[in-house]
Each structure stands twice: as C-alpha cells, then as structure tokens.
C-alpha cells in the first residue's frame, strides 16, 4: 500500500506540474506569503473551535494546489464512494472574493478538477465525479479578512 501511496503521489506531482503550465489563467505567486490557509486555519483554532469543515479541501491564495494535509480528506470520500459503486458526486471549487468573476469562475474550477483527480488516482471512476466551480458565488464565510477568504476558499464534495 505504501508504494501505491508513493507513485499515486508521484503521478499527482506530474499531473500538477503539467496542468500548471497548461493553465490559461495567469496566477500571481507573489501575491500569496502571509495568506495560506494553513496560517489562516492556524489562527483560527487558537481564536476557537475550528470553523474549517472536516471533509472540505482548502486551498491557499490564488492557487489550486492540494496540499499534503487534505489527501486522508479525499481519500477518505474515495473510500466511501468504492464502498458506493452507484455514487456519484460533484466537486465544487470555490474562491474567496478577490478577484474578477470570470478569473474566480476559473480558478474554483481549476480546484475542483484537483480534487477529481486525486479521487480518480485512488480509484473513483471520472464518470461518477462531476467538477464544477461556484467561484465566490457562494460563500461560507462573510467578511473581508483572511479568515473569512480562507474558509471560502475551498472544494467540497457533495452529493447531487
């Protein structure tokens, strides 16, 4: 099982890079330090209970990137959905509210196709998995500060 980890992360890595220099929608790199969601998700467990849901992929700023933390997330769904062969799901991208609507439509989708991927390298068949992206349509989290752009930015899976 370890090896399958190891050369599902070795694909994932090769998938990431490939899609990165496909990508259409010019990301600024410089715009993210201070803004992770892991400093934001820091920051808010130390304030209280933490807001972030357990089965919701976070991403940072201007990235759709999935980071180690949240593959036991999406394996977790991959899991459910193989124990639910007639399962499908849909996979939302969301974006906090930075950003042109059309640019924050692109990127949720972008995250969305990450998590669909990553479902996919453990097993979940693309046809059972639709992505679609929210952009910052819709929120979880009202506000103008990093707390509440790192809960909005974010995938989740969901059944349709």
């Known amino acids: 099982m370890r090896n399958f980890h190891k ?3 070795t694909v994932l890595a090769g998938s990431v890079l490939l899609l990165a220099g496909c990508s259409s929608v010019q990301l600024d ?5 201070g803004t992770s969601a892991a400093e934001a998700m820091a920051r808010a467990k130390a304030q209280s209970a933490s807001p972030f849901k357990p089965d919701s992929v976070y991403f940072d700023f201007d990235s759709y990137t999935v980071k180690p933390e949240y593959i036991p997330v999406i394996e977790r769904h991959a899991r459910a959905l193989i124990a639910s062969p007639k399962q499908a799901v849909q996979v939302q991208g969301n974006t906090d ?3 042109s609507r059309e640019y924050n439509l692109a990127l949720g989708q972008k995250r969305s196709e990450a998590v669909k991927q990553r479902l996919q390298l453990f097993g979940v068949p693309a046809s059972r998995i639709e992505a679609v992206s929210f952009g910052s ?3 979880v989290a009202s506000g103008e500060n990093e707390e509440a752009w790192a809960l909005n930015r974010r995938a989740d899976v969901v059944a349709p």
Not at 29 to 33: D, F, H, L, R, V
């Open 7 to 9: 050369a599902a992360l």
């Open 29 to 33: 790199e410089s715009a993210k330090q």
């Open 97 to 99: 509210s930075r950003g």
């Open 137 to 139: 349509e819709k929120p």
